[in-house]
């Protein structure tokens, strides 16, 4: 019986991934789905008339069509150890439409090369799915009674409830081979099951399809806080999700999340993984910093306050310079990506480099008095202007988490530019980061302006492929180390890139990368 990981999977493939809510982008133009493979079969004979279909909505209680199965599952399976079979998604699916015997003869016999569709539509769930050529699936059904005049069957009640708080125990469903589309169906009735045929030209425009409204979705989670979640696009690697506010539930969010991710400087070459939004508590963590920087003068003597009295003064006028835009990646190997927003991104840089600066001038000092680490910071670059510090015999110092961004003779460096398209400051911690910063500062020059992105809440790319991630997460250790393998990873892909925004109604996402290769045979 399929595992937890099996029935998550299983869940979002039924009722998985989406149409696009009012306002969306023009579908693309309908694919073909059908499977290229083996000889077109022979027409089946009219039979008896089937009844007339249910009136279908374009934004039902639930629905979802997903054109090749088997492909969605192989993208999972490329990222994520232990992706359950296309047979064992099938046996789940199944198990909610009919009992368990039933369902395990039945599973070997779904397609993953052809669509899966599914609606909930006049009070009942149709479900239709592809089936192998031959006789086994005929053969499985053949015992159970007839219901009309046309092929179908009546069915004891299924194995798993699927609507387990609409206080209505799960009743007998109907099932139909049908000839014509090689399909077996799943509904309540009659009607029900000639509606299957509707499915494709209905919701197929898209090859990834999935909407669920918050009356159905309470049948099955009575908390579900949403008037709808709907998705829709190519694949998983091509989508637009919404997340539909419900009429006096307003959205949840979170206090550390704020719109004004610096999405442009994600846009860039050698970025393994990256996540950048803004944080709205950045205001109130300055004037604390500054605060505890001014309390330790106080607490100095009086010669220290005469030295760190102007080091702490410009710390501060850089501290406000940073209006809570934030980065953090990583790629190269080794190296550390930090963006700091500013809205003056020119000024910011030039009171960080005054700040470190006298940060080193005063190390320098200290160390005629103190065993302190000796310190270098000077202009390295120009066209964009890139300052480097470098701090000598700190690898004693450092936790292990940060040892592989030191470089070979221990030193911490630290290469620093600014991009006035970018919205801020960029930072680069590795072995060589000097050529780092400047191809980062290039790219993202050219870039998407930061202008453009005072709208998306969370950014994140990713660019290292699946044969890495997939060796990061099938040993998970502690966390230390996870961040530390994150470090080693290397950009050897295209990008996928996620972007989320909150709109006025709605919570709106796009993922837009490539689609992997699968290991699975």
Known sequence: MPGPRHVALAAALVTATALAAPGCKKAPARVTTSSPAGPPRARTPAGPPLPAPH?????????????????????????????????????????????????????????????????????????????????????????????????????????????????????????????????????????????????????GSRPVWFTLGDTRARAVSPDFPYARVAAAGQSLHSLDVHVLEAPGKPLPSSPDLGAGALTGMLKVPELAVGVSTRWPGHKKAVAEAIKQMNAGVDR???????????????????????????????????????????????????????????????????????????????????????????????ARHVPSVGKSLLDDKGRLRVAIAAN???????????????????RWAKAAAEGEPAKESTGDILAAVLGAGPEQLRTL?????????????????????????????????????TVRGPEPESPRK
Not at 474 to 485: D, E, F, G, K, Y
């Open 300 to 394: 100095a003597g009086f010669a220290a306050k005469l030295m760190l009295d102007p080091l702490v003064d410009q710390a501060a006028r850089a501290l406000r310079r940073w209006n809570g835009r934030v980065l953090l990646g990583s790629g190269p190997a080794q190296h550390l990506r930090i963006g700091l927003g500013a809205d003056d991104p020119a000024a910011g840089f030039r009171d960080l480099v005054g700040c470190l600066r006298t940060l080193v001038d005063n190390l320098s000092l200290a160390r005629m008095f103190a065993d302190v680490p000796g310190a270098s910071f000077k202009k390295a670059g120009d066209s964009p202007t890139v300052y480097l510090l470098t701090v000598d015999g700190v």
């Open 420 to 438: 006035e398209r970018a919205g801020g400051l960029l930072v680069v911690i590795g072995p060589e980061p000097i050529p780092v910063v400047q």
């Open 55 to 203: 009136q279908l909505s374009q934004m039902p209680d639930a629905g979802a069509f997903i054109a090749r199965p088997a492909e969605i599952l192989a993208g999972i399976d490329a990222y994520v150890p232990e992706t359950p079979s296309l047979a064992a998604v099938a046996e789940f699916t199944l198990r909610t439409q009919v009992p368990v015997e039933l369902a395990d003869k039945l599973a070997p016999q779904v397609a993953g090369d052809r669509p899966w569709a599914g609606v909930h539509v006049a009070g009942e769930d149709i479900i239709a799915l592809p089936v192998r050529p031959g006789s086994a699936v005929a053969d499985a059904l053949r015992n159970f009674p007839a219901s009309g005049d046309f092929g179908a069957v009546e069915l004891p009640a299924p194995t798993i409830d699927s609507t387990p708080h609409d206080q209505k125990p799960p009743g007998p469903r109907l099932a139909w081979l049908d000839g014509q589309t090689n399909n077996l169906v799943f509904a309540d009735t009659l009607q029900g099951l000639a509606t299957s045929r509707e499915l494709p030209s209905t919701y």
């Open 473 to 509: 997460l099938a040993n998970p250790t502690s966390q230390s180390a996870l961040v530390t393998s994150a470090l080693k990873l290397e950009a050897d892909r295209p990008p996928t890139l996620m972007v989320l925004q909150r709109k006025p109604d709605r919570y709106f996402a």
